[in-house]
């Protein structure tokens, strides 16, 4: 099973608040699992990533949280700015003949308000 | 440092008629390169990816087809557009075979009518 469950599909928060995105995953076979942010008619921007050895990374306001046994990550966005407003994409990927798979969640839309 | 070039930035392209989606990448050699496409208001699904020069794994089926006939350079064809093709295509960069990040370039908009 290749699928990437990501929920909630719409989020709006308020401006200072966190925000929290969550993803689940099936395939144990991931190994890899990267944040993309994405603003109207642009292409995704890599936010962050972790590996699956790590239980939590943090750069700035964004941190991943991955619990392996449950087979579930979380992006939370600490102090929750507008310019933070952009959809979010989970994604999980693996090796395969030398090239890295990725395979996305349905994405985010963050809103942060004033 | 790497810059991915995507073009053109948007097109309208009516129903069989052929299609050519140009990608480069410059700053990096022997890059692995992929095509994605994204359907309003949904994730990206991947299509195409090239380990190579003349290397190209497809992932779904459909009237698409990829090429790479220099080292840097990515192409997405069809020979008949069909309505279902209308999308955002994305191409995408990583370091060859040492790392796990992969950087988009800013996409093509096309609507197929």
């Known amino acids: 099973q290749q699928q990437v469950k990501q929920s909630p599909q719409s989020l709006i928060v308020q401006k200072g608040g966190i925000s929290i995105i969550n993803c689940a995953y099936e395939?144990?076979?991931?190994?890899?699992f990267p944040w993309y942010q994405q603003f109207p008619g642009k292409g995704p921007a890599l936010l962050i990533a972790?590996?699956?050895?790590?239980s939590e990374k943090k750069e700035g306001r964004f941190t991943i949280s991955f619990n392996k046994s449950a087979k579930q990550f979380s992006l939370h966005i600490m102090d929750s700015q507008p310019g933070d407003s952009a959809t979010y994409f989970c994604?999980?990927?693996?090796?395969?003949?030398?090239?890295?798979?990725?395979?996305f969640g349905t994405g985010t839309q963050l809103k942060v308000e004033l | 440092s790497q810059t991915i070039h995507q073009w053109p930035a948007t097109l309208v392209q009516p129903v069989g008629s052929p299609l050519s989606l140009e990608c480069t990448v410059e700053?990096?050699?022997?890059?692995?390169l992929y095509w994605y496409r994204q359907a309003a208001g949904r994730g990206l699904q991947l299509l195409f990816y090239?380990?190579?020069?003349?290397?190209i794994s497809s992932e779904v089926p459909q009237n698409l087809s990829a090429s790479r006939p220099q080292d840097r350079q990515f192409i997405l064809s069809s020979k008949k557009l069909l309505l279902s093709d209308s999308g955002f295509y994305l191409c995408?960069?990583?370091?060859?075979?040492?790392?796990?990040?992969?950087?988009f370039g800013p996409g093509t908009r096309l609507t197929v009518t």
């Open positions: 972790i590996r699956p050895d790590v």
């Open positions: 995408a960069w990583s370091v060859g075979t040492s790392s796990r990040e992969q950087y």
């Open positions: 090239s380990v190579g020069i003349g290397q």
């Open positions: 994604a999980a990927s693996m090796w395969v003949g030398g090239g890295n798979k990725l395979t």
């Open positions: 395939n144990t076979a991931f190994d890899y």
């Open positions: 700053g990096t050699s022997n890059p692995n």
